[in-house]
């Protein structure tokens, strides 16, 4: 259930504006894969066009290929529809239906989908998502509560029980833990270091510890000025990156010594 | 001049820093609630002196007392409290006055419909039967003690929940659609800014001119003499009645957070799915009432149905042919036609209570409003 990533020559476009310029890169399946840069690098950008999500931006287009297990998601014909189905996101704040309890939270994208279950297997998903997303003892006893009524760290891993009941290939995270406090993060990073056996992760993050924590991969992007697309700088395993990077700025970005 | 020369640029920034301090809150010192009470009774023996004393008009008195009253607990109340206490008082007293000014007219115009209206409306016979066969010589005798009132409303009543249920079901699908196409797939271009702009134009068409529109399209149709139906009465309120729908729609699904949209989206779910299964039903309480507060804008118009639909007698249940009533265009027809000229009092008190009945329908739309948005509102329970 997890798949390797191909990125080539991946431009990104807002309008006129260069968002993103020249991005390749291999993202190894069953992996934990973290983007650090400073914010407005298109670190975001670039995670969203991974399952097409940038489309929702009046204007936004891409140049490049982007390939799961070979098959091109840009290529002619690919709904992004499906795309998504096989790419599942976790966004930076918070986002559970206020208008479903959270079970139908939970069941939401397969429901949503129109797909029939019976009552039993639907509570067998709702069960084996949320243990998945480390939150089934917490509301096993509130299912049917509103999902909005729970903490802001219990509402993150709703949304993550929510992404990996489509049974996604590739789980993509913008900033997820960005605004919780250290204690649901830690259950967060947590949480991404048991996903990893089953899924491929991508992780944006400006929290270059919990990239080290969590990461085997990091990449580097950045900007050469205001208004210059963004770039990735290095791509590389986290322990070289964060020990002995290759590229000066990727040091200077680590150690503090700009921001 | 002995003043010590200085860089201009440190001059520029000390004079700076001492506007700065100079921003000092004017103190106040506490004050008790005592005078304003002896002020106030002061004020209103003012107006009750220039009202029954010297003759002026009771309201001319009521200004001239509230202005005296403004002014003397400001002076009274800078002096012992300071500057803030007094203009905070006035300030209080204005927000007051400007809310009983807002109040009196709709309470007032309450009154006098219940007084006037009351014991009709409520009466079987008003609410169950017509005016088939009612004439002057009924309200004469009425008059002159030698019959019962006759004659009722409740064709009327039927004409009103007709056509407004027609023009609801007419618009409520092109203005949620409109809305929709606004919101979610039309954004900034150049046919949503088009529609948008037609939106604000038609939200000031004069109701009368809507009514026009309506017979004219339905004589092209049916030919003069059988234009006159209670469809279109329905299409003349829908003209009226979609604008406020999409405008309202629109504000609804405006507000439900992108981060809704963008979540179901990335859970594989087609645009069109979203939009009903997470949008809409995350709107659905702001929506519900915004169609009901405009159903109750239009159900009391009475001049584009008086040209669209006519004025009917007796009770019509086919919106297909022949004119309607409703209880708008009944009241005026009362009103302004009474059935006896020269006795007038009967078709009056029959006005009054169509009316009083026509507010009913409007307050108990309103409550049905709140109510189906506490019913849809999103729950956070815990």
């Given at each position: 259930?997890?798949?390797?990533?191909?990125?080539?020559?991946?431009?990104?476009?807002?309008?006129?504006?260069?968002?993103v310029?020249?991005?390749?890169?291999?993202?190894?399946?069953?992996?934990?894969?973290a983007?650090?840069?400073?914010?407005?690098?298109?670190?975001?950008?670039?995670?969203?066009?991974?399952?097409?999500?940038?489309?929702?931006?009046?204007?936004?287009?891409?140049?490049?290929?982007?390939?799961?297990?070979?098959?091109?998601?840009?290529?002619?014909?690919?709904?992004?529809?499906?795309?998504?189905?096989?790419?599942?996101?976790?966004?930076?704040?918070?986002?559970?239906?206020?208008?479903?309890?959270?079970?139908?939270?939970?069941?939401?994208?397969?429901?949503?989908?129109?797909?029939?279950?019976?009552r039993?297997?639907?509570?067998?998903?709702?069960?084996?998502?949320?243990?998945?997303?480390?939150?089934?003892?917490?509301?096993?006893?509130?299912?049917?509560?509103?999902?909005?009524?729970?903490?802001?760290?219990?509402?993150?891993?709703?949304?993550?029980?929510?992404?990996?009941?489509?049974?996604?290939?590739?789980?993509?995270?913008?900033?997820?833990?960005?605004?919780?406090?250290?204690?649901?993060?830690?259950?967060?990073?947590?949480l991404?270091?048991?996903?990893?056996?089953?899924?491929?992760?991508?992780?944006?993050?400006?929290?270059?510890?919990?990239?080290?924590?969590?990461?085997?991969?990091?990449?580097?992007?950045?900007?050469?000025?205001?208004?210059?697309?963004?770039?990735?700088?290095?791509?590389?395993?986290?322990?070289?990156?964060?020990?002995?990077?290759?590229?000066?700025?990727?040091?200077?970005?680590?150690?503090?010594?700009?921001? | 001049?002995?003043?010590?020369?200085?860089?201009?640029?440190?001059?520029?920034?000390?004079?700076?820093?001492?506007?700065?301090?100079?921003i000092?809150?004017?103190?106040?010192?506490?004050?008790?609630?005592?005078?304003?009470?002896?002020?106030?009774?002061?004020?209103?023996?003012?107006?009750?002196?220039?009202?029954?004393?010297?003759?002026?008009?009771?309201?001319?008195?009521?200004?001239?007392?509230?202005?005296?009253?403004?002014?003397?607990?400001?002076?009274?109340?800078?002096?012992?409290?300071?500057?803030?206490?007094?203009?905070?008082?006035?300030?209080?007293?204005?927000?007051?006055?400007?809310?009983?000014?807002?109040?009196?007219?709709?309470?007032?115009?309450?009154?006098?419909?219940?007084?006037?209206?009351?014991?009709?409306?409520?009466?079987?016979?008003?609410?169950?039967?017509?005016?088939?066969?009612?004439?002057?010589?009924?309200?004469?005798?009425?008059?002159?003690?030698?019959?019962?009132?006759?004659?009722?409303?409740?064709?009327?009543?039927?004409?009103?929940?007709?056509?407004?249920?027609?023009?609801?079901?007419?618009?409520?699908?092109?203005?949620?659609?409109?809305?929709?196409?606004?919101v979610?797939?039309?954004?900034?271009?150049a046919?949503?800014?088009?529609?948008?702009?037609?939106?604000?134009?038609?939200?000031?068409?004069?109701?009368?001119?809507?009514?026009?529109?309506?017979?004219?399209?339905?004589?092209?149709?049916?030919?003069?003499?059988?234009?006159?139906?209670?469809?279109?009465g329905?299409?003349?309120?829908?003209?009226?009645?979609?604008?406020?729908?999409?405008?309202?729609?629109?504000?609804?699904?405006?507000?439900?957070?992108?981060?809704?949209?963008?979540?179901?989206?990335?859970?594989?779910?087609?645009?069109w799915?979203?939009?009903?299964?997470?949008?809409?039903p995350?709107?659905?309480?702001?929506?519900?009432s915004g169609?009901?507060?405009?159903i109750?804008?239009?159900?009391?118009?009475?001049?584009?149905?008086?040209?669209?639909?006519?004025?009917?007698?007796?009770?019509?249940?086919?919106?297909?042919?022949?004119?309607?009533?409703?209880l708008?265009?009944?009241?005026?027809?009362?009103?302004?036609?009474?059935?006896?000229?020269?006795?007038?009092?009967?078709?009056?008190?029959?006005?009054?209570?169509?009316?009083?009945?026509?507010?009913?329908?409007?307050?108990?739309l309103?409550?049905?409003?709140?109510?189906?948005?506490?019913?849809?509102?999103?729950?956070?329970?815990?």
């Open positions: 259930m997890s798949k390797r990533i191909d990125v080539n020559n991946l431009n990104i476009f807002y309008g006129d504006f260069h968002a310029k020249d991005v390749s890169m291999v993202i190894e399946p069953k992996s934990v894969t983007f650090i840069g400073p914010s407005g690098c298109g670190k975001s950008t670039f995670i969203r066009t991974l399952n097409r999500m940038h489309e929702v931006i009046p204007g936004a287009r891409v140049e490049g290929e982007v390939s799961i297990d070979g098959q091109n998601l840009y290529g002619r014909g690919v709904d992004p529809v499906d795309v998504r189905r096989q790419v599942g996101m976790v966004f930076q704040r918070p986002n559970p239906f206020p208008t479903m309890s959270i079970r139908d939270n939970v069941l939401a994208g397969v429901r949503l989908n129109s797909k029939r279950m019976s039993k297997a639907a509570d067998e998903l709702c069960e084996q998502s949320l243990r998945g997303a480390n939150l089934w003892n917490e509301v096993k006893d509130r299912l049917d509560k509103p999902g909005s009524g729970l903490s802001g760290g219990q509402q993150q891993r709703l949304c993550i029980a929510r992404a990996i009941a489509v049974q996604p290939e590739v789980l993509l995270m913008d900033e997820p833990c960005s605004a919780l406090d250290p204690i649901s993060t830690l259950a967060i990073e947590d991404i270091n048991e996903l990893k056996s089953d899924y491929t992760v991508v992780i944006v993050t400006h929290n270059m510890q919990q990239a080290a924590r969590v990461s085997d991969r990091t990449g580097f992007f950045n900007l050469e000025a205001t208004g210059q697309p963004g770039q990735l700088v290095e791509f590389d395993d986290t322990q070289k990156i964060f020990n002995n990077p290759t590229k000066k700025a990727t040091e200077d970005y680590i150690s503090g010594r700009f921001g | 001049m002995s003043t010590p020369t200085r860089s201009p640029e440190s001059d520029i920034h000390h004079s700076r820093m001492d506007d700065l301090s100079g000092v809150p004017s103190p106040v010192r506490p004050t008790s609630d005592r005078p304003l009470l002896l002020i106030g009774l002061g004020a209103v023996a003012v107006w009750l002196v220039l009202w029954q004393v010297v003759g002026l008009h009771m309201v001319v008195g009521l200004v001239v007392g509230y202005l005296a009253f403004l002014l003397v607990s400001y002076l009274y109340y800078r002096a012992a409290g300071g500057q803030r206490v007094g203009l905070d008082i006035v300030v209080r007293w204005l927000v007051y006055a400007a809310f009983v000014c807002a109040v009196v007219p709709l309470i007032s115009m309450l009154w006098t419909v219940i007084g006037q209206g009351l014991p009709l409306a409520f009466e079987w016979f008003f609410i169950s039967t017509d005016m088939k066969g009612i004439t002057g010589t009924h309200d004469q005798a009425y008059a002159a003690g030698e019959g019962p009132l006759v004659g009722g409303a409740g064709h009327a009543i039927i004409g009103t929940l007709i056509v407004t249920g027609l023009a609801t079901v007419i618009s409520v699908p092109i203005g949620m659609f409109t809305a929709i196409y606004l979610e797939y039309g954004g900034k271009n046919l949503a800014r088009g529609i948008r702009f037609l939106v604000d134009v038609m939200t000031g068409i004069p109701s009368i001119v809507a009514g026009l529109f309506a017979f004219a399209l339905f004589t092209q149709i049916f030919g003069i003499r059988d234009a006159k139906m209670g469809l279109a329905a299409v003349a309120l829908s003209v009226l009645m979609i604008p406020t729908v999409v405008r309202n729609s629109e504000e609804m699904l405006r507000i439900v957070p992108n981060e809704l949209r963008e979540a179901s989206l990335a859970l594989g779910v087609p645009k799915r979203t939009i009903a299964k997470v949008v809409l995350t709107a659905a309480s702001g929506l519900a169609i009901t507060l405009a109750a804008r239009v159900i009391g118009e009475t001049a584009p149905l008086l040209v669209a639909i006519g004025f009917a007698r007796e009770f019509n249940w086919n919106f297909l042919e022949g004119p309607m009533n409703t708008a265009v009944y009241t005026y027809w009362m009103f302004t036609k009474p059935l006896s000229p020269a006795v007038i009092e009967p078709s009056q008190e029959r006005a009054w209570a169509a009316a009083l009945l026509l507010v009913i329908l409007v307050v108990a309103n409550l049905l409003a709140r109510f189906i948005a506490k019913i849809f509102a999103p729950k956070s329970g815990r």
